[in-house]
């Protein structure tokens, strides 16, 4: 069954440094999305993407955050300037069609520090 | 914003009991989905709700869409060590496919 990858599985980083979170969704998918996951809590929306631009962002995603879909099977996630508190989860999810069931990654944990 | 509310928060049960979860919001959503998170994983779909009142089941797992819109409940009967994990609701209502999740039920099967 086609399935949703992330990589890193785990990534370390320096306070102030920019990552990159990269996702490979379902192949034939339209719809992608990334949401994070503090250790212990909810998993929360930050992003969603359609036909090459954002269509929806929590108030989470601030100009810290970008996300882009460069070639034909890669989405990502990018934090210009990490904080402490962007250690988490995040997830990449996608679907083919907006109100269809999302298929998660299982996620790279962020680590700052 | 939008909220869920889902309880209970944990659960510790025996196996071969049956369990019973719910998720409630202030918000209407045309869409409930319950999710399963395993440590060290995303979540995995078990159940979609596609439309007020509808009763679904998958194996030992049901779970409702309630008429208002507004909850929806989960259901695992006989319960095995394995189904031991997170149990997230999920609502979705706009048409980005934006999912907004509960609080999550840890579930805890004694063997």
């Known amino acids: 069954e086609p399935e949703v990858t992330q990589t890193p599985s785990h990534q370390v980083t320096q306070m102030g440094q920019e990552v990159i979170l990269r996702c490979v969704p379902i192949?034939?998918?339209?719809?992608f999305y990334w949401y994070r996951q503090i250790l212990g809590q909810k998993v929360e929306f930050l992003v969603s993407?359609?036909?090459?631009?954002?269509?929806?962002k929590s108030e989470i995603f601030d100009d810290q955050f970008s996300v882009e879909r460069p070639d034909g099977s890669n989405f990502t996630l990018k934090i210009r300037s990490t904080k402490l508190e962007d250690s988490a989860m995040y997830f990449c999810?996608?679907?083919?069609?907006?109100?269809?069931?999302?298929?998660f990654g299982d996620g790279t944990r962020l680590s700052i520090l | 914003g939008q909220q869920l509310n889902q309880s209970p928060q944990s659960m510790f049960i025996q196996e071969g009991e049956d369990v019973s979860m719910n998720c409630t919001s202030s918000?209407?959503?045309?869409?409930w989905l319950w999710y399963k998170q395993d440590p060290g994983e995303g979540p995995v779909l078990l159940i979609a709700?596609?439309?007020?009142?509808e009763l679904t089941s998958n194996g030992r797992l049901t779970a409702q869409f309630g008429i208002t819109r507004k909850d929806s409940f989960l259901n695992i009967s006989a319960s095995i060590p394995s189904d031991v994990g997170i149990y997230f609701c999920?609502?979705?209502?706009?048409?980005?496919?934006?999912?907004?999740f509960g609080q999550g039920t840890t579930l805890q099967v004694k063997p």
């Open positions: 999810a996608s679907t083919l069609l907006w109100n269809q069931p999302q298929h």
């Open positions: 192949s034939n998918h339209l719809y």
């Open positions: 993407f359609y036909n090459n631009e954002i269509s929806e």
């Open positions: 918000s209407i959503f045309n869409t």
């Open positions: 709700l596609y439309k007020a009142g």
């Open positions: 999920a609502g979705q209502s706009s048409n980005t496919g934006k999912l907004i």
